[in-house]
């Protein structure tokens, strides 16, 4: 799973058409949103999250939800997104995960927005100007069965 958090004064999406026939069902709830100072998660599920969802789950609420308290931050929107690669488990296996990942944080407090999988989105985002900011990782299940996660950046 490849995370990529940005703390945004201003974050807003509008669902434009569908991707996928698996795609996620649309609501008036998810087909658009519009918040300020919020973290937006973009979240990239790959094959090998699938079987270590629980520990995979556990990793990214954890760091999900200290960065959001770091930042004093009450609303997450968790955008899943899609890339072109051979890992790419199958849409319902992502939208399942996703929505595991969007209530665990729900339970943890905080008001979780989910976007749409599987539409294509056009989204508005302004980053807020700060050491923490931005911060991207990735967790990898790891041979003992542990889940590595490598911060690939953060703009501290």
């Known amino acids: ?40 998660v973009f979240v990239k599920v790959e094959g090998c999250d699938i079987s270590e969802s629980n520990k995979v789950l556990s990793k990214a609420l954890d ?34 995960l996703v929505t595991r990942l969007a209530e665990a944080l729900s339970r943890n407090g905080v008001r979780v927005i989910r976007a749409p999988y599987g539409w294509c989105r056009s989204f508005y985002l302004r980053c807020r100007s700060h050491p923490k900011a931005e911060l991207a990782v990735r967790l990898v299940p790891a041979p003992s069965g542990e889940i590595r996660a490598t911060h690939l950046f953060s703009s501290h």
């Open 63 to 96: 760091i999900i939800m200290r960065q959001a308290r770091e930042l004093e931050v009450d609303t997450i929107v968790v955008y899943p997104y899609a890339s072109l690669s051979p890992l790419a488990p199958p849409p319902k296996d992502v939208i399942r």
């Open 1 to 40: 799973m490849n995370l990529i958090l940005v703390h945004a004064d201003e974050f807003s999406y509008k669902v434009k058409g569908r991707t996928c026939i698996e795609a996620d069902t649309l609501t008036e709830d998810n087909k658009s949103a519009s918040v300020s100072n919020a973290l937006i």
